[in-house]
């Protein structure tokens, strides 16, 4: 029988797995340990075998990113959601329709070729871009049901003006766009559809703000350093995933739950997968009210203040995340619960199951230990928080070019 010419290779990294384990002096982490070699033989691997280039066990990235014929198979993405916003299928079912000019928005009378004037149409669309492109917009960008915002294979800038909004809206998906810099917009009108639009008071610039919507897919973006959140849902949001983001330098990053009186977000349900949360982050990754949030193999690398918080009893759970707890001692916990006491925050449904906390980093947990209490809160199935690394290396917007695979 042949020996794979990769074979040694992976032989050696697992005897080098053996000494770190048996060697005398102690190991100060063993679980980072396991996670460096499981590392290093992937990318041995991947070095070796071309066809494991896809094999990260990111289901996401591993259901279309080894097509080498992506971009004409655009649509497939959206049968590649999962979590609770998996039966997202924005523009799956509508035209390709191609952004030619990232200039000129008006906010009342959008020019064809435009991505305010493709948002804004009745029927599903599938929306890509000729070009590299920043697009600086006017005012919110009020996207109309059915469409899926396709930044890949150009690179795509949301930056210096308001930014997107879903408003009582259903089945988007937006994927590959660099959205930055966004500020509050409003006192205006604007159209959010061919035959209507209407008055905007002043907006949070929110880089996405999700109002009242559902069947949302958020994949692949890159945000930082808008004006209130980076991503913020409300108002009875819901069927919500954000996934493969990686977010950076901002303050109050994610909003779930627009307040502790709002009880139309109970049956809110968010995943959050897979993301990066990396440098100068403060707080708020989530922020949950109400509802059922189901936090699974993110990258924690940065925080100041906390990583996740809530208020008004929401459920989270929280499986297969990598925690790596700031240098100050007075932040190491992951966890906050908010406006209320511990006789009251302690009946809250929050879990910590497979999670690895490295540099002192605790998570608080509260409320019942039985599996059922988290049913609502369960969307997918965890992967070791070891898996981490490779899963998130690809985390944000990816530099697909076209002709090539992704």
């Given at each position: 029988?042949?020996?794979?010419?990769?074979?040694?290779?992976?032989?050696?990294?697992?005897?080098?797995?053996?000494?770190?384990?048996?060697?005398?002096?102690?190991?100060?982490?063993?679980?980072?340990?396991?996670q460096e070699v499981n590392e290093s033989i992937l990318n041995a691997s991947r070095r070796n075998l071309g066809f494991l280039s896809c094999g990260t066990g990111n289901p996401i990235d591993d259901c279309w990113?080894?097509?080498?014929?992506?971009?004409?198979?655009?649509?497939?993405?959206?049968?590649?959601?999962?979590?609770?916003?998996?039966?997202?299928?924005?523009?799956?079912?509508?035209?390709?329709?191609?952004?030619?000019?990232?200039?000129?928005?008006?906010?009342?009378?959008?020019?064809?070729?435009?991505?305010?004037?493709?948002?804004?149409?009745?029927?599903?669309?599938?929306?890509?871009?000729?070009?590299?492109?920043?697009?600086?917009?006017?005012?919110?960008?009020?996207?109309?049901?059915?469409?899926?915002?396709?930044?890949?294979?150009?690179?795509?800038?949301?930056?210096?003006?308001?930014?997107?909004?879903?408003?009582?809206?259903?089945?988007?998906?937006?994927?590959?766009?660099?959205?930055?810099?966004?500020?509050?917009?409003?006192?205006?009108?604007?159209?959010?559809?061919?035959?209507?639009?209407?008055?905007?008071?002043?907006?949070?610039?929110?880089?996405?703000?999700?109002?009242?919507?559902?069947?949302?897919?958020?994949?692949?973006?890159?945000?930082?350093?808008?004006?209130?959140?980076?991503?913020?849902?409300?108002?009875?949001?819901?069927?919500?995933?954000?996934?493969?983001?990686?977010?950076?330098?901002?303050?109050?990053?994610?909003?779930?739950?627009?307040?502790?009186?709002?009880?139309?977000?109970?049956?809110?349900?968010?995943?959050?997968?897979?993301?990066?949360?990396?440098?100068?982050?403060?707080?708020?990754?989530?922020?949950?009210?109400?509802?059922?949030?189901?936090?699974?193999?993110?990258?924690?690398?940065?925080?100041?203040?906390?990583?996740?918080?809530?208020?008004?009893?929401?459920?989270?759970?929280?499986?297969?995340?990598?925690?790596?707890?700031?240098?100050?001692?007075?932040?190491?916990?992951?966890?906050?619960?908010?406006?209320?006491?511990?006789?009251?925050?302690?009946?809250?449904?929050?879990?910590?199951?497979?999670?690895?906390?490295?540099?002192?980093?605790?998570?608080?947990?509260?409320?019942?230990?039985?599996?059922?209490?988290?049913?609502?809160?369960?969307?997918l199935g965890a992967r070791p928080s070891s898996r981490v690394g490779p899963i998130t290396a690809s985390a944000g917007a990816l530099g697909c070019k076209k002709g090539k695979r992704c």
């Amino acid at each position: 029988m042949a020996i794979h010419p990769c074979f040694p290779l992976l032989l050696m990294h697992a005897v080098l797995a053996l000494r770190a384990f048996s060697s005398p002096s102690p190991v100060q982490d063993p679980e980072l340990v396991v996670q460096e070699v499981n590392e290093s033989i992937l990318n041995a691997s991947r070095r070796n075998l071309g066809f494991l280039s896809c094999g990260t066990g990111n289901p996401i990235d591993d259901c279309w990113r080894c097509d080498p014929d992506w971009e004409n198979n655009r649509r497939r993405l959206a049968d590649c959601a999962i979590g609770f916003g998996k039966h997202a299928i924005g523009g799956r079912d509508g035209k390709i329709y191609m952004v030619t000019d990232p200039g000129g928005d008006d906010p009342m009378d959008p020019k064809p070729g435009t991505l305010r004037h493709a948002v804004i149409q009745d029927e599903p669309l599938w929306i890509v871009f000729a070009r590299d492109m920043v697009i600086r917009l006017k005012e919110e960008l009020i996207v109309n049901s059915f469409k899926t915002i396709d930044g890949r294979g150009a690179s795509v800038h949301l930056a210096g003006g308001p930014c997107i909004t879903m408003q009582y809206v259903t089945n988007i998906i937006i994927h590959g766009i660099n959205i930055h810099d966004c500020k509050p917009g409003g006192n205006a009108y604007v159209r959010d559809s061919p035959d209507h639009y209407g008055w905007r008071t002043v907006s949070d610039g929110d880089g996405v703000s999700v109002f009242g919507g559902s069947h949302i897919w958020v994949d692949h973006c890159s945000l930082s350093n808008c004006h209130d959140g980076l991503i913020d849902a409300i108002h009875g949001s819901t069927a919500i995933t954000l996934s493969n983001n990686y977010f950076t330098h901002h303050n109050k990053v994610m909003l779930l739950g627009h307040s502790d009186t709002s009880t139309h977000d109970k049956n809110m349900q968010v995943t959050i997968a897979f993301n990066h949360f990396g440098e100068g982050l403060v707080q708020r990754m989530p922020r949950c009210r109400h509802g059922y949030f189901h936090v699974v193999n993110n990258d924690y690398t940065h925080w100041e203040m906390y990583a996740i918080g809530g208020s008004a009893a929401p459920t989270i759970n929280s499986q297969g995340n990598r925690f790596v707890a700031p240098n100050d001692v007075f932040n190491k916990e992951v966890t906050k619960h908010e406006d209320a006491p511990q006789s009251e925050w302690k009946h809250w449904n929050w879990r910590s199951e497979g999670d690895l906390m490295m540099n002192g980093a605790f998570f608080t947990p509260s409320g019942a230990g039985a599996s059922s209490s988290y049913a609502r809160a369960s969307s997918l199935g965890a992967r070791p928080s070891s898996r981490v690394g490779p899963i998130t290396a690809s985390a944000g917007a990816l530099g697909c070019k076209k002709g090539k695979r992704c």
